[in-house]
């Protein structure tokens, strides 16, 4: 057992499935970083992408399988796909999933809807690993996480760990599973740490995990949220309110029925997303609840999500951006009341 | 010089694909199929010349006007036709349509309605060959409408910055949709666009199928011996519009009348006696193409539609919750 950051966490992962399987390769923009071309050594492998999380592939594996890209994600995310097609796991990395934009149609049109559009013959085993989430005082460019848009599309997975031990089973995962995956990081989640087992097994996608056991309230918390729906929790609990906490991990596919459980146990629901409200995960998750969980719930489910603007700048503004742990515990406390 | 056997192949696809294509146009003209249809009346020469100079398990993409390509490479017209009439024995499984005609397993990466969508997955395709040191051919084809679109040049950035020897083959037909190529080009030559990534180029005449296959087959042997894209740019001219239905006003008579003296059929039965055909062998060859084309035709009318269900399979390999119906 070893603690480890989320960070080394995913390093150890692509490490792991680099040795396991010569067919995994890496492209991406600065993931070596540097200057990669012989004459120059010394320098690459300077970067290991903006955060780090790359850096020793390229020196360990070369770069045949760890690939600098130019900025074209629409030409390597379209690599990736026929590469795919063809017999290798690539891993992708967008820088910020705030750059989708650029590469959407390849995510969309071709990734997503080879396989159903040519009759089932075809796979297209890539992993695109991106980064979200704000509170990084990056701008509303550098800080949204877009779960819903991913999560929108059929044929698309999509992926999204908190902590550390989830990081690593569900990224040995994605990279083995047959369709594409969409493998979110929180920047603010990178340097939190836990214990991560040195033969951890990979995590199936489409189980969520109950973070916290109770009785009294449900918490559905999304990826960095379950950091304040964890203190809201240790708060409560000293006024003698009981919050389970559950964290689905995989947004596509949804583990429904671990959701329903909760729902059926205690009857009051918040769910809590750093996202923008309208077609949010957490708009959909309330949908699925009211539709097969009416008759148990005491209450209208609660959302909290951040408000229908961009993610600002400011430090005050940007704090009031994101869902906090003060309006989940005053959340509880109105559903308590119930 | 060409082998005896190969150049009865290109004849026959060479008639098989118009054939094939007048037959759509008639169908699309009763409205007796569903969907948007788009032919390659005038791309044959394109279509067949280069895959002459392909393996059955090279790789290509190809675009919605992709009835020729699969044709030529081999996809089994039954299965084609079934497909455009939306039938559950289509190539697709009645998924894909028209636009989306393609065979996994006759190297075709895929058919793609979004312009420019293709070289980037053929560079991946060919990534994947360099990595693996196999050596398949991957082509890829789109039209002239194509080379402005991002997607289209980071693909060829990559492709030149990483040696990959992949051929882009650009169908230059004169319009991209209802513009033509000279209102929407901004270089002399449509290849010159690719003097920025220090690529080889080379422009031959789209509608002479011998030319074409020729051109296709150094390139290939260059691509490979340099490790190094190349750009093939055929002049052509599609006869057919953008869709059919397209009024093509846009087209005028005097431009489609002079086209007409280079069309790829023209031109492929009056060189037929030089590549040792005579008459008898090249009017079997045609005899054949339509009854096949007929049959082709006949089959799909009588292939049962899918159950609506059918709609809900293989959207993924793997997906361990049920689809939402």
Redesign the interface.
């Known amino acids: 057992m070893t603690i480890k950051t989320v960070k080394d966490a995913i390093n150890d992962a692509l490490v792991q499935s680099f040795e396991e399987d010569k067919n995994v390769?890496l492209m991406g923009e600065d993931i070596a970083g540097g200057k990669g071309r012989e004459q120059y050594q010394g320098t690459q492998d300077a970067w290991g992408g903006p955060f780090g999380v790359t850096q020793g592939l390229y020196t360990k594996f070369g770069g045949?399988?760890v690939?600098d890209?130019?900025i074209?994600?629409?030409?390597?995310?379209?690599?990736?796909?026929?590469?795919?097609?063809?017999?290798?796991r690539?891993i992708v990395e967008l820088m910020y999933v705030d750059f989708a934009g650029?590469c959407f149609?390849?995510m969309m049109?071709?990734a997503a809807k080879?396989?159903?559009?040519?009759?089932?013959?075809?796979?297209v085993p890539m992993v695109v690993r991106t980064v979200v989430g704000a509170g990084f005082r990056a701008g509303s460019e550098h800080s949204q996480t877009l779960y819903s848009l991913y999560t929108h599309i059929?044929?698309l997975?999509v992926v999204a760990p908190y902590d550390a031990y989830d990081a690593k089973g569900l990224l040995l995962s994605s990279i083995k599973?047959?369709?594409p995956v969409i493998f979110m990081e929180h920047k603010r989640l990178y340097m939190t740490s836990c214990e991560v087992p040195d033969d951890l097994k990979p995590i199936?996608?489409?189980?969520g995990r109950i973070r916290r056991e109770g009785s009294d309230v449900t918490i559905i918390a999304i990826q960095r949220m379950n950091l304040f729906a964890e203190e809201a929790a240790n708060e409560l609990e000293k006024i003698n309110i009981s919050c389970e906490i559950v964290d689905p991990r995989t947004y596509s596919?949804?583990?429904?029925e671990l959701i329903f459980q909760s729902v059926k146990k205690t009857g009051k629901v918040i769910v809590v997303d750093e996202s923008n409200p309208k077609c949010s995960l957490a708009s959909e998750i309330s949908s699925l609840i009211s539709e097969k969980c009416f008759l148990d719930l005491k209450a209208a489910v609660i959302k909290i999500t951040a408000p229908h603007t961009p993610v600002p700048f400011s430090p005050p503004m940007e704090d009031f951006y994101i869902p906090s742990t003060k309006k989940i515990i005053d959340a509880v406390k109105k559903l308590k009341d119930v | 010089m060409i082998e005896k056997e190969k150049i009865n192949w290109i004849y026959k696809k060479i008639f098989t694909i118009r054939f094939f294509e007048e037959r759509i146009k008639k169908i699309a003209k009763e409205k007796t199929v569903p969907g948007y249809l788009h032919t390659c009346i005038g791309s044959e020469a394109i279509c067949v010349g280069v895959m002459a100079a392909l393996n059955q398990d090279d790789?290509i993409?190809s675009t919605y006007r992709n009835h020729g390509h699969a044709i030529a490479k081999g996809c089994k017209l039954n299965e084609i036709t079934s497909e455009i009439y939306g039938r559950k024995t289509?190539?697709?499984?009645g998924?894909?349509g028209s636009m989306?005609i393609?065979?996994?397993?006759k190297g075709?990466?895929?058919?793609?309605?979004?312009v420019a969508?293709g070289?980037?997955?053929?560079?991946?395709?060919?990534?994947?060959?360099k990595?693996?040191k196999s050596n398949k051919t991957c082509v890829s084809f789109f039209g002239d409408g194509a080379i402005h679109n991002?997607?289209f040049?980071?693909?060829a950035?990559?492709a030149k910055?990483?040696d990959i020897p992949m051929i882009f083959v650009c169908e230059n037909n004169g319009y991209a949709e209802a513009t033509a190529t000279d209102w929407h080009l901004n270089t002399k030559e449509l290849s010159d666009i690719t003097k920025a990534y220090d690529m080889l180029s080379y422009i031959g005449d789209g509608n002479n199928v011998f030319e074409v296959y020729d051109i296709t087959k150094k390139a290939i042997n260059e691509a490979k011996q340099k490790n190094t894209p190349i750009f093939l740019e055929f002049k052509n001219y599609r006869f057919s519009g953008q869709y059919e239905g397209d009024t093509q006003l846009y087209q005028p008579q005097e431009e489609i009348d002079k086209a007409k003296q280079n069309d790829p059929i023209k031109l492929a039965k009056e060189n037929s006696s030089k590549y040792g055909l005579n008459k008898n062998d090249l009017e079997k060859i045609i005899n054949e193409a339509k009854e096949e084309v007929d049959k082709a035709f006949d089959f799909a009318d009588t292939q049962p539609w899918p159950q609506p269900e059918d709609a809900l399979?293989?959207?993924?390999?793997?997906?361990?919750?049920e689809?939402n119906r």
């Not at chain 1, 199936?204 to 189980?207: A, E, M, N, R, V």
């Not at chain 1, 596919?253 to 429904?256: A, F, Q, R, S, T």
């Not at chain 2, 393609?102 to 397993?105: H, L, R």
Request: with cysteine; hydrophobic share 40%; proline share 6%.
């Open positions: 390769i045949e399988r690939r890209t130019t074209a994600e629409a030409g390597f995310f379209g690599a990736a796909i026929g590469a795919a097609m063809t017999g290798l690539p650029v149609d390849q049109n071709q080879v396989r159903y559009m040519f009759g089932g013959k075809q796979k059929p044929g997975k599973d047959d369709d199936p996608l489409g189980k596919p949804l583990d429904e | 790789w993409s289509g190539i697709c499984k998924r894909g989306h393609s065979d996994f397993s075709m990466l895929g058919s793609f309605g979004i969508a070289p980037a997955v053929v560079l991946g395709a060919a990534l994947q060959e990595i693996n991002g997607a040049h980071e693909a950035g990559l910055l990483w399979e293989e959207v993924y390999v793997n997906y361990p919750v689809i």
